[in-house]
């Protein structure tokens, strides 16, 4: 079954630019009667010079023992959707309370210098789903992607130079196979500063101010569900589920009884090859800075465009850091492409994710809410 949001409400949710998501996030916490914390990024600015922030709202009890924990825009424009589900729940919340003793934290916009800006990455260039590593430690290696990083980047946005790199990447591929690109690709690279999925030379303000708001407002929970909406993988319009407790585990097992093991151990979304080895991921940072809270969720992305569109946005996303001087047209065309494969503008998308997102929550929070204490 295929949850359909109402129309209107999917218009009402879904904004066009971070200023709006933001203002009616701000709004929706207010008529939900949820205090909100506005943590505001000081070394960056919106494109046209405003403030930026991440904004937090908060019900319930600050002694609660367990809490659901929603993040939106940790990969900049998928925060379009991520913000429109935290909306959609606070107009839930509005009429209908969280249940007694459960605290509901939502983070809108952990990386709002790349919602702003449409950029995936932080303001450093680093996707910050990478970037929550060990820094004590030397970073992970990722010894075979530096022979991938010319097929990944373009030097030049025309048809020719993008069919050349094109060519690399499948030679590259009918050496090495489609599994071990999937992984090389995906599981993060901190050698190549301008290349995809730099996870950076040390904490991005994001990183910091994840602690710092886990600190302020889930200091005494022991129990957390945890939600970071994101967009790009899976069937368009239907929700794709990235467990990252361990398999067969208690919280493995506890996010297949809110959501079902059919979507918990699925391995769809990677063009049928293994789940790569993510490291610095958003929930390996909530486990770091909670360290005496249980931790069960999700990384939840809805399908958008096939992966080699989707992977021709990434290469957008680089072109526009590395060549900030283009013409206005072509940056204006090079966004669009991001949008279309991370935030698409087809209303009937956006019921459909907004129906799923609906439903996801709400399971979530009766899970949660059964979570023994």
Not at 133 to 139: H, K, L
Not at 223 to 241: S, Y
Not at 253 to 279: H, K, V
């Amino acid at each position: 079954m295929n949850p359909l949001a109402p129309a209107a409400l999917a218009h009402a949710c879904f904004m066009p630019t971070y200023a709006g998501a933001r203002a009616h996030f701000l709004a929706a916490a207010a008529a939900a009667g949820a205090p909100t914390d506005i943590l505001v990024h000081e070394q960056a600015r919106g494109p046209d010079g405003s403030t930026l922030s991440t904004d937090v709202a908060v019900l319930g009890p600050r002694d609660a023992e367990r809490a659901l924990l929603v993040v939106s825009g940790t990969h900049g424009p998928e925060g379009f959707t991520g913000s429109a589900a935290q909306i959609a729940l606070l107009y839930r919340l509005a009429v209908q309370p969280p249940p007694a003793g459960l605290r509901i934290v939502l983070v809108h916009a952990i990386n709002p210098w790349g919602f702003a800006h449409l950029s995936r990455t932080t303001e450093n260039n680093v996707d910050l789903n990478r970037n929550f590593i060990d820094w004590e430690a030397p970073p992970p290696d990722n010894p075979l992607y530096p022979s991938l990083h010319a097929a990944l980047t373009a030097q030049e946005w025309s048809p020719e130079a993008l069919d050349a790199a094109e060519a690399r990447l499948q030679a590259w591929i009918r050496v090495q196979g489609h599994a071990t690109f999937v992984d090389v690709l995906a599981r993060g690279q901190y050698t190549h500063p301008h290349g995809v999925h730099y996870g950076g030379a040390g904490r991005e303000w994001s990183n910091r101010t994840l602690e710092t708001l886990l600190q302020r407002h889930l200091a005494g929970v022991r129990r957390i569900g945890l939600i970071d909406w994101h967009t790009g993988l899976g069937e368009r319009g239907q929700p794709f589920f990235l467990c990252f407790n361990e398999p067969g585990d208690a919280g493995w097992e506890r996010a297949c009884r809110w959501w079902g093991r059919d979507r918990i151990e699925t391995r769809a979304g990677f063009d049928g090859s293994a789940r790569p080895r993510y490291q610095g991921l958003l929930f390996q940072g909530v486990q770091r800075y909670a360290p005496a809270a249980e931790v069960t969720g999700a990384v939840i992305e809805f399908g958008t465009l096939a992966s080699a569109e989707t992977r021709r946005a990434l290469q957008a996303d680089s072109y526009l850091k590395t060549h900030p001087g283009l013409p206005q047209d072509q940056a204006r065309a090079l966004r669009a492409l991001l949008l279309e494969a991370f935030s698409p503008p087809d209303p009937d998308w956006k019921r459909s994710v907004l129906g799923h997102a609906l439903r996801i929550q709400e399971q979530a929070i009766q899970g949660v809410e059964a979570w023994p204490a």
